[in-house]
Nanobody
Framework: QVQLVESGGGLVQAGGSLRLSCAAS????????AGWFRQAPGKEREFVAG????????YYAYSVKGRFDISRDNAKNTLYLQMSSLQPEDTAVYYC??????????????????????WGQGTQVTVSN
């Protein structure tokens, strides 16, 4: 199975940018579909962005579309989330996740946390006014 470790979180002012990284070990990241989720205090974990296992298709939550960009570097076995125009409501712990591709879903981005099989420990992103 794959192990995931996020990094790149921190404190940033509103309007600023951050790039999160998720390094995979144990297995090749390209063997999985992948996604980013976030969880703010007192709220449920929510989908942010995802990338399909095959075809490179991506999908974003409405709240981040146009501001965030998900990408994967297979050579580095790393998933990225480039975040721009950050707002205080983006403050949360951000998690990367990997999903075993299944028949019929290889080109589909799943958006529910329960549909992912492996999780990192999370990295805190705090956006101040």
């Amino acid at each position: 199975q794959v192990q995931l470790v996020e990094s790149g979180g921190g404190l940033v002012q509103a309007g600023g940018s951050l790039r999160l990284s998720c390094a995979a070990s144990g297995r090749t990241f390209s063997d999985y579909a992948a996604g980013w989720f976030r969880q703010a205090p007192g709220k449920e974990r929510e989908f942010v962005a995802g990338i399909a296992w095959s075809g490179g298709g991506t999908y974003y939550a409405y709240s981040v579309k146009g501001r965030f960009d998900i990408s994967r570097d297979n050579a580095k076995n790393t998933l990225y989330l480039q975040m721009s125009s950050l707002q205080p409501e983006d403050t949360a712990v951000y998690y990367c996740a990997a999903r075993n591709p299944t028949l019929g879903t290889t080109r589909v981005v799943m958006t529910s946390p329960g549909q992912y099989d492996y999780w990192g420990q999370g990295t805190q992103v705090t956006v101040s006014n």
